[in-house]
Structure formats: C-alpha cells, structure tokens
C-alpha cells in the first residue's frame, strides 16, 4: 500500500498524484531494469507532449498499457522514465517518436491528446500522474547536452539525473521546474462597500477571458517581492499583504504555480500593454455572473476550471458570502 498522503485542496487539478516517487531506490539500475521487465509494471505512451487516452462512457481516461502488451513500444521509446509505484505496479512513462500518428494511435487503442484539452475531463490522479509525466518529458527534450561544456547527456535514477558524458565534466542535472507566482489582488473599501477583486487579461487571450494575474520569480527575489513586483509591473498597483493560498505544478510547459492573496489600498489601474490588454475590479456578485471559460456564448469568462487562477477566484467569491 501506498503511504502517501496528498495535502492538495481536492479543487486544485494537477497536483492530486499519489504515486510513491521511490527517490531512495530509483538511483538503482538494476532496480529500474528489473521493473522494466515485470509483468505487474503499467506504461503510459505519450508522443510529441500528447498523452495516450482512450474514451469509455463515463468519459476518456489514459491509456495505461500491461508491461507484456507494452514491450514493443518499450523498445521504440526515445525515453523511458519511471514516474513512480502506486499500491499494486511500477508506472513509466514512453516517448514515442513515430512518424506516423494515426498508426501510433491504432496500436494504443485510443488517440494522442493534449494535457490542456483533456485534464479538465479526466480523473484527478490520471490528470495528475499525465502532468508529472508531460513535465519530465519536456525537461529531458531540454537537457539533452550539458549547460556546463555542451557534451551530450545522458539518462539515469530512471530518468531522475541526467549526467555529461565528457569523463573531464560528468555535470549532474536534476528535473527542474520554474516557480511563477499568481495572485488575487483585493480592494478592501473604507466604508462597508463590497470588497473587489482585480482580473486582467492578457492581450493574446480570448476575447472577455479574464483570470488573476501572474508572473515569473526573478533570481534573487523571495515569492513574496515577486508577486509585489508583478502587480505593480502589470497594473500599476502597489499591494501588502501577501499570504500563500496553495500551489499547482502547471507542466505548459514547465511551471510550479504558487497562489496568493494580496491586497491594495488603491484602485486606480496603469495597465503595461504588453502584459495586459485589460483588467478591472470586480465583486462576487459581477462574477457570479461570468460565464465558463471557452464559452463562446458568454461575454465575460472566468478562468479554466483546472487552473490555480480559478481556484482563487472561486475560494475568494466563498469568502464574499
Ligand atoms: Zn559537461
């Protein structure tokens, strides 16, 4: 059985996975081969960062194959990585290259999709364990020679190290992921009025998709000065109180979302247009009225339902009452 307890708010998507990442065996080679090779081992084929799913009726789920129906595709993997155990199996994932997509998907039995347009479909813990796997497939396609002398790389800890294959260099890289803070930014009236909170939009976005707003942390900058930084940078407003709410891998293509809350005393806005096209304060009640996210009949969106920006949005009108 798995020991593994996820401290993960149920409503936030991604970060739901359960698997045991066996940090203290996968460094063993033979471990990692000996799995390779067992009957109770699963595999989930993925090709160019799309994840193999299937439909059933009560909606698609992964393809997630038996290790003796999986051994050819094994064998044709550019990169096998071991993800981790859940209570009864090893799970890897498969890199597939095949020129042919169609071929590809006939042999899975399903069809190659993208984590963005699926993961709102899919079960928590397969949305989840296809975000780990889509993460550390763009990692090792990124890695693929060394920041250090520019040898070629290669995989080990099952796909948990890559290391330079120049004996003068031998420079170990570890999965990394880019942390990016997103945050709701609240107005707090002097009288009893509503309290409001700030959205924008991105100037790439969708027409009327407005979310929280977001941005990279800097070297040399603690979360808390980057989400600081970013309101002001963006729109203009100076804000404090800055507290963590949770946080969400979000693999697209390779960032930790870290969720705030933080207020403003003021409400006058200075868009930079480059970041935002957009945005404006708005109540509980405004939002209430918001449509979904790729509606098309609506004329103002919240943000997709499985991202970190929703989960603010929706803990924040709670609140409101
Ligand atoms: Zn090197």
Redesign the pocket.
């Known amino acids: 059985m798995s020991d593994i307890v996820n401290p993960v708010p149920a409503a936030l998507s991604y970060g739901q996975g359960a698997l045991d990442r066996a940090s203290d065996r996968r460094q063993n080679a033979e471990w990692i081969r000996d799995l390779l090779h067992s009957r109770s081992s699963r595999f989930l084929p993925n090709w160019r960062y799309r994840h193999a799913v299937r439909e059933h009726d009560e909606g698609p789920r992964a393809v997630i194959m038996e290790q003796p129906s999986a051994v050819d595709l094994l064998s044709e993997s550019s990169l096998t990585i071991f993800l981790g155990l859940n209570e009864s199996s090893a799970i890897f994932a498969l890199d597939l290259e095949a020129d042919d997509e169609s071929e590809l998907a006939d042999r899975i039995e399903g069809q190659f999709l993208d984590l963005r347009r699926v993961g709102p479909s899919l079960a928590a813990d397969e949305a989840s364990v296809l975000a780990y796997a889509r993460g550390m497939i763009y990692w090792h396609r990124h890695h693929g020679f060394?920041g250090?002398?520019?040898?070629p790389t290669t995989l080990e800890h099952g796909g948990h190290l890559r290391r330079?294959s120049?004996a003068d260099?031998?420079?170990e890289t570890f999965p990394r992921t880019d942390p990016a803070v997103i945050m709701l930014v609240e107005h707090v009236p002097e009288d009893d009025g509503p309290r409001r909170c700030l959205l924008g939009r991105g100037p790439k976005w969708p027409a009327g998709t407005f979310s929280t707003l977001a941005g990279f942390v800097e070297p040399g900058e603690s979360l808390e000065q980057a989400v600081a930084r970013e309101v002001l940078e963006e729109a203009g407003v100076a804000v404090d109180q800055i507290t963590y709410r949770g946080s969400q891998p979000w693999p697209f293509p390779s960032s930790l979302m870290l969720g705030f809350r933080a207020r403003s005393r003021a409400t006058e806005l200075r868009l930079d247009p480059d970041e935002l096209a957009d945005a404006g304060w708005f109540t509980a009640q405004e939002l209430s009225a918001f449509g979904e996210w790729g509606d098309r009949d609506a004329q103002l969106k919240l943000p997709r339902r499985d991202s970190i920006a929703r989960f603010l949005v929706d803990q924040w009108i709670a609140e409101q009452g």
């Open positions: 060394c250090r002398c520019g040898r330079c120049s260099c031998g420079k």
